[in-house]
């Protein structure tokens, strides 16, 4: 049965927006923002290149006849959808490949202005430095649960008239995805395995989806989602400390 509450998820990128703005906070910001503005444009770049060549190559697969033809602008529709929603998570994942050891630390920091308690006795600079390889590995360890399960949709995507509801299918999966990528930095600040993160999220579903959905929402808007990311990150930070862990409780 569906646990947690989904308005209640709705409410934490929200929060993350007004924590990035915190003077402590910015610096650990700033930094991404640049890095992300930079793959942002390439980004942009070599996907209008992609998408002209994959809508040319699917109407010369398909028959010669000119009612079919005609509907060019309805793939058009279908592909820019998954096409926007695979950038959209693919924006996120190359973003947090270069910013990870930054949100790590920006993670922290925000629960500890949250909690008023110290996540780690390390940290600064020096700290970010030494946790890249960590935070890298987690970050790989991601995509590879992604991958596949993205592939199948794909795959899903050509098959006639079931395509229809890969779009669908596409985004409810990037809400969770969007969930799992930012509740993973307080989870690994703490020691928390992805697959424990996993189960943590899944007896909270309706609350981990309603934190993915406006963050799966605003990665598809340009620009935008330049501070949604670090805004996630904060908002899932949130996230980890508001929401019980019921999979602990069931421990006890």
């Known amino acids: 049965m569906l646990q ?15 924590l990035i703005r915190q003077p402590g906070l910015r610096l650990f910001v700033i930094v991404p923002l640049i890095l992300n503005l930079l793959l942002f444009v390439v980004l942009v770049w070599a996907m209008a290149e992609g998408f002209a060549l994959l809508i ?19 793939f058009w529709l279908l592909y820019a959808v998954v096409i926007l929603l695979m950038f ?5 994942i190359m973003a947090n490949l270069i910013g990870s050891p930054f ?10 202005f949250l909690t008023g ?7 600064g600079w020096m700290q970010i430095f030494k946790d890249i390889p960590r935070a890298l590995g987690r970050e790989i360890h991601k995509i590879v649960y992604y991958l596949p399960r993205a592939l199948l949709l794909f795959v899903i995507g050509l098959i006639p008239v079931v395509n229809l509801v890969a779009a669908v299918l596409w985004f409810a999966f990037n809400c969770w995805m969007m969930s799992l990528q930012y509740v993973d930095y307080p989870a690994d600040n703490h020691r928390v395995s992805f ?4 189960r943590r999220l899944a007896a909270r579903r309706l609350s981990a989806l309603g934190f993915g959905l406006p963050v799966a929402l605003l990665a598809m808007v340009p620009v935008v989602n ?21 999979t602990a409780i069931a421990r006890r």
């Open 4 to 18: 947690g509450n989904f308005f209640k998820g709705l409410g934490y990128l929200g929060e993350g927006f007004g």
């Open 56 to 74: 040319a190559t699917v109407m010369a697969w398909l028959p010669d006849w000119q009612w079919l033809q005609a509907l060019d602008w309805l």
């Open 88 to 92: 959209a998570y693919g924006f996120v």
């Open 103 to 112: 949100y790590g630390f920006l993670s922290e920091q925000t629960e500890k």
């Open 117 to 123: 308690q110290e996540v780690s006795e390390d940290g």
């Open 195 to 198: 697959g424990a993160l996993r």
């Open 226 to 246: 330049l501070f949604v990311v670090p805004a996630a990150v904060c908002g899932a930070t949130a996230f980890w400390v508001r929401e019980p862990d019921p």
